[in-house]
C-alpha cells in the first residue's frame, strides 16, 4: 500500500516507525511545518531545549544511556551550525545520533538565503554521514537510511538536511523495511583465524591485560557479560578508558581502575609491563597511550575493533580483529572452552601478585582537611551516599571529570556518561538531562566544574520546566581547574585566564528558575547536604566550595610513558599518615 | 610544584606529544575508488584527505557506470606504509564508498595521463618542438602561425618528460588530467 502524505507528516511518520519515543528540539522558520505535525500527535515526546547545542548532547546523554539512537530536530542556519559541537562530539565518541535540520527551500539553496548554511557542507567532515534530501518521494527512505547508518557499525552522528518545499510538498512513504540500506553494512564477525590466534596468546599469557573502552558499552549489554564472563574465568585483569567504565563492574575481582593519562597507577603499570595486550573496543588515544615509542614496549597485541580504520592508527598490533565485540567475545568464549580453558595459572598469580603490589602505593591518596572540602572527599562521599540508588552520572569535563572517573565506581554499562574525544566543556548539563528523560525514576547527578557549568547554564529551563530532577554537583574551586593544574606544572605558575570571575550565586541562580540550591562549604556539612540534594524531588544545583589549587594525580605528562607517573602530593611529601590523610 | 623536571622546548610542554610518530619511508601509491555518483561525494573524499592531513598528488574523477550511477576516483597520493594503510582504512568508511583498490601493491597496472601543452615558437624551435613531438607520439590538436597545442597520453614520467624538453622551445600552458589507472588482468 504506497501512502502520500506531506513531507513534514512523513518526518514524523519515519521516527514513529523507526521506534522513536523522544526528540531534543528547537523551532525556528525552516521546520515549522514539521513542529505543526508535533503538535498534532500524541506518540513522540519533544523536549523544548533552550539552545541546540544542548539538545546535540541531551540526545547523547538518552542515547549513551538506553543504547537507543538520539533524535534531534533543529532549524537551518544558526540551529545547524549550533548542533556543530554536539556532532562532533558523538562522532568521536561513537554516539548514535540522528539530527534533522530545516533548510531554505530548493529554489532558494545558493541563494544566501534568510537563515540559510551549507549545512551538509559545515557537517560532512562531523558526522558519520550526512544527506540533503531534495525530493520528498526520497524523505523517508533517507531518514530510516539515517538511522540505519547512525547504528550500524561503529556508531556515530547522521543528519538529514530538509528544505522547507520539501517538507510541505506530497510523496508517496517508503517503510523502514523496504528502504534501501544494501549499500552500508559492516561486517560483525570477526575472523575465525585471528580470534583463535588471541585465545593462544591468552592461554599461554604470563602478564595478559584486557584494555577495554568504548566499544563494549557500544556493542550492548551482552558484550559486557560476555567480557566479565571471560575476565573472570580467565583471570585477566581489566582496564579501561574513560569511554568504557562500567562495562567491567568496579567491584569485580580483576579490575584494575581506569589508565591513561590520568588513570590509576596499578593500570598504567600493568599497561607497560604486560606481555599480552587485549584491546578490546578502544582505539588507542593519545590520553591512553603516552609516548608511543615507550607505549607498553614488552607485549604482544591484539585490537578487537569494529572500525578498520582503528586498527594500526597509532600503535602497531600483531593480531587485529575486525568485528562487533559482542560477536567477536562470544567467539572468543567459545574457542576458550572447546580448547580446555587455558590459562597459565602459575604466571597468572604472580602477575596478580605484582598489580597488588602497585595498587599498594595507593595512587589515589590525598591529603584531608577538616577546614575546607578536598573534591576528592566531595566524590568519595557522593560515591558512599549515592551508590544504593539507581544512579546514572554525567560529567562536564576538566578536573572533576578525572576525579569522578577515579572516584566514583561503575557496576554496569550505560551508567556513565562523559565527552571523552572532544572533552567538551557544557556536555554533562544538558547530557543529565537527556538522561532523566530517559529514566524519569533514576538519580541522575551531572558531576561539574563551575566553568564547564556556565556553559549550557540556560538548560536550567528545560529542567525547569519539564521538571526534570537532575542534580547538578558542582564541584566550584573558582577556577578552570585542568588549565591551572597544566600551567602550575609546565608554565611557570602563570595563571592566564584560569580563574572564574564574577561567578553567579548558584543558590539564588537555582531560585530564580525555580530549582532548589544548596551551599555546602564544610566538610563537616557534606553529607548531610548531599542527602538532601538526592532527597529533593526537583532540580537542584549543588554549589560544593572546594579546595581552589588541588591537582588531579596520577598524571602521566604527554611525551611520557605509562611508568612515569606523577604522583600526589600526599604521596610525594610522604604526608600520608597525618590524622588527616585519607587513603583510597 | 616541580616534580617535573622539563626541558624547555620538550613536547611535554604540550597537551600533545609533538614527535612525529610516522618518520618512516614515504612511498607513492595508486589508489582507486569506486563510489555512488551521488552530490558531495568527492568532497567527502577530498575533505578526508584534508582533514587528516594525507596528501593528494593527482586526482581524476568521472561517472564510470550510467546506469548504476558509479564514479571511479582515482588519487595519487604518499606516505609512509602505515598511512596508506590509513587513508584506505578511512576511503573505506566513508558511506557511499563502494570499493578501494591499491593499484600500486594490487599486482600489475596500467597507468596513463593525458596532458595538453600550448608552445609558442617560430622558426627554428617550432620546427624542433613539431619534430621531438613526433618522437612522443604526441599530436597536434591546434595550430597558429607561431604556436601548437598537443595533445599527449602517456605515463606521468612520460609526460614530465615532454614537459622538460618543451619548456626551453616556449612552452606557455599545460593542463594535465592526472592518473587513471586500472589493474592488468580480467579480475574486476
Redo the contacts between chains.
Sequence with gaps: MKRQMTGAKMIVQALKDQGVDTIFGYPGGAVLPIYDEIFQQNDIRHILVRHEQGAVHAAEGYARSTGKPGVVLVTSGPGATNAVTGLTDALLDSIPLVVLTGQVPTFMIGTDGFQEADTVGITRPCTKHNWLVKETDKLAETIHQAFHVATEGRPGPTLVDIPKDVQFAKGTYTEPKTANVANYQPSMKGDVEAITAMVELLETAERPIFYTGGGVINSGPAASQLLCEWADAANVPVTSTLMGLGAYPASGKNWIGMLGMHGLYEANMAMHDCDVMINIGARFDDRITGRLDAFSPKSTKVHIDIDASSINKVIHVNVPIIGDVGHVLEDALKIWKARGRKTNAEALSKWHAQIDEWRARRCLSYINSDKIIKPQYALQRLEALTKKYDRYITTEVGQHQMWAAQFLGFEAPNRWMTSGGLGTMGYGFPASIGVQVAHPDALVINVAGEASWLMNMQEMGTAAQYRLPVKQFILNNERLGMVRQWQELLHGERYSHSWSESLPDFVKLAEAFGAKGILCTDPADLDDAIMEMIEYDGPVIFDCLVEKHENCFPMIPSGKAHNDMIMGEADTSDAIGDTGAVLV | ?S??K?KKG??????????D?NADVVESHTLACVV?NE??VL??VI?LFS?RGYNIESLTVAEVNHEFHRSRITIVTSGTP?VI??IK??L?????V?RVHDLTVEGASVERELALFKVAATGEQRVESLRLADIFRANVVDSTLNSFIFEMTGTSEKIDAFADLMRPLGLVETARTGVAALGRGPEK
Aim: proline residues 6%.
Design positions: 610544584m616534580a617535573l622539563i620538550s613536547s611535554s610542554h604540550s597537551a600533545y606529544d609533538l614527535r610518530p555512488d552530490a558531495g568532497a567527502r575533505g582533514g602505515q594503510e590509513q582504512a578511512q573505506g568508511r566513508i558511506v557511499p563502494h
